[in-house]
């Protein structure tokens, strides 16, 4: 009798494997991955990659000399104040989503939060290269799409930044100037059209007009002084918005018979948590314009403390004098406002100074908001007066009692206290060359979205329904009452 071959087991299935074998047995269904020698191979794939990875970074840095305390501490502080300015954006999402109506605020949301990607993609592509060029033109001058993040040795001995941290910090400035503009076009402007001039912004307008003052163009050799970007940053920021408000037209019901029509926030609270974000934000953006840790970015962070802090006591004084009770709308715009009034001359101003410029800034926005709202200009954030307008006055005020320095005795080059009147008109042509460059190249940018999209507003039906439903087909507060 023969013997008979033992029958031949079942394969077991992926469905009956233990969490152990499923691997493996997943690995064997792969042709050319069933034999053992096969995944030895496979397993010394990641092996090889690691060491060349660990190979690659040792030649690297056997190329550096040892870090010094100074470099390090400069690039550390640099990525700290870029985390702070990236985290603004939290802060104009909150003021602006709890400054508008609950039917806008996934659009609102929205805006914020993608543009922000936006601003860095278009800025990496192509706005870094534009605004920090290696040109002499005094224009601007393109370097080259992306830019060159190689460490050097003459970096880690200069202590100076290196190239990714310094492109961050900046990119983070790109998306304020995108960010700003979102509230002078809330709740009517079409969510496409918006982003796709967010590019434009990001991408060629505000880097070319910020390489005038922070690339060494001709603003600077005139002398024109933007510490941390009032006019380059939120100025820009603003009057872009501005034209993009204008066209758009005002929110359905803001104006009866030519008269304003006010149309309260849905939260208060998140405004107010987005005002107190911004202001801890702004820590970064203007001590962090210092671009190093040395004495002088304490004494940037108390001048901006004390702006900020007169812009709310002055716009609260104002507000209640002119409505009879504290506005909690003109307390966020003027701590704002204060903030907006010193990034400029935050290195070229005392102390006592510094609370001065903010406290007329804040006396300055309650009265702009009034005015754009005469003048038919619907702004649903007061963006244009906080950005815009108080940005031409921390320009102009570094002109008025600016000092030469962060040094205690420093000269003083404003108008009033002794410099004279060249710097006041050298501040002056600045403010002027950001408002008519931004005012042409972004009506000629929103035209153009528009003819191609056929509008950048959104329908009567969308708008009154509101853009959550008609742009994104969901809303913020699906459990609660909607009140339109």
Known sequence: MTAQPLPRPRPRTLREATLLEAPQLLLSKVRGLSSTHSLTWLACVP?????????????????????????????????????????????FAMVEAGMCRQKNAVNILAKNLFVFALAVTAYWFIGYSLMYGNGDNGWFYFAGLFFDPAVTPEMVEEAALVPTVDFLFQAAFAGTAATIVSGLVAERVKFGEFVVFALVLTAIIYPISGSWQWNGGWLSELGFIDFAGSSIVHSVGAWAGLVGAMLLGPRIGKFVEGRPQAIPGHNMAIATLGALILWI??????????LAMDQYVPYVAVTTTLAAAGGAIAATI???????????????????????????????????????AGAVGGIIVVFSVAALDSAGIDDPVGAFSVHGVCGIWGTLVIGLWGVDGMDPGSAGIGLLNGG?????????????AYAIWTLITCWIAWQIIGGLFGGIRVTEKEEIEGLDIGEHGMEAYPDFASAK
């Open 420 to 432: 004279g009147i060249s710097q006041l008109g050298i501040q002056a042509v600045g403010c002027a």
């Open 281 to 290: 934000g702004w820590y970064g953006f203007n001590p962090g314009s210092e």
């Open 47 to 91: 092996v090889a990659l690691f060491g060349l990875g660990v190979f690659n970074l040792s030649a690297k840095a056997a190329e550096l000399p040892e870090l010094n305390a100074a470099f390090l501490a400069n690039n550390l502080w640099l990525f700290i104040a870029t985390i702070l300015v990236i985290f603004m954006n939290a802060g």
């Open 318 to 356: 104002v507000s209640t004098m002119t409505s009879g009770k504290p506005d909690l709308t003109m307390i966020i715009n003027g701590i704002l406002a204060g903030l907006v009034s010193i990034t400029a001359g935050c290195g070229n101003m005392t102390l006592v100074g510094s609370w001065v």
